[in-house]
């Protein structure tokens, strides 16, 4: 089936949805390739490189600009835009092979029985799969019904999705380019970090000796040691030290926030 027919055969009332900041490297791969959507819309924080511009080359493509405070009200404000029966959430660094999107419009045109749909991810460090570092068990709800459907507050990055409904998995991988070099990764982890103190201090945590260098020191250990990073080679250890630097900065910025607070 070539993509004129699977357009022409299916009214799959589906939006796919993007989040963006300074994505000018990925956005334009990613829309080539959702013609299959009946609606596209990119909601971007006000990026200072092409990636409004790049977004707005596509005729089939709505982009809007929000002001960005966490992952959870980005998104929720997402939906609230949408008008599609089921929601395609995607990041600008994510791909989707043809056997998954073929996945999606069957699950979707067959009257799917479950109301989410998980989505297992395979982790892409530069053009090379990364096989463990904790990545081989990762999935993510990116195919869900809207009706219902929430991001919790609580969770300001690595959002939790809150709907009705029991929760599927669809078999194909959705493909995540998430490491591109080491200072764009770095500079991710930083921002992860620093979103994750709000969600400690809304939890009220007191950072102490433990938060500063026991809890990253388990990070490492755990992915490197325990999930397999050390089978990555060079690309684990990278990750891994990455993840774990996170974990680090999220109790210094927590700390930093209670002594202004």
Known sequence: ?????????????????VITYNEERNIKQLLQDLDFADEILVIDSFSTDKTVEIAQSFSNVKVSQHLFENYAIQRNYALSLAKGTW??????????????KNEIIQTI????????????????????????????????????????????????????????GDIGKLKNNLIHHSYSDYFSYKEKMV???????????????????????IRPAYQFINQYILRLGILDGKKGIIICYLNAMSVYIRFQELKRMKINN
């Open 1 to 17: 089936m070539d993509k004129a027919e699977t357009i022409a055969d299916s009214t799959i009332h589906l939006s796919v949805l």
């Open 109 to 164: 045109q067959n009257k799917a029985k479950f109301t989410a749909y998980y989505f297992k991810r395979t982790f892409m460090f530069a053009n090379e799969k990364l096989l463990f570092s904790g990545w081989q068990t990762d999935k993510i709800i990116r195919l869900f019904r809207k009706e219902n459907a929430s991001y919790s507050l609580q969770k300001t990055v690595h959002e939790k999705l809150n709907t009705a």
């Open 191 to 213: 921002r992860y970090g620093q979103l994750k103190a709000h969600e400690e201090l809304i939890k009220g945590t007191k950072p102490n000796l433990i938060h500063f260098y």
């Open 87 to 100: 929601i395609l959430f995607l990041d600008a660094d994510e791909r989707l092979t043809p056997a998954l």
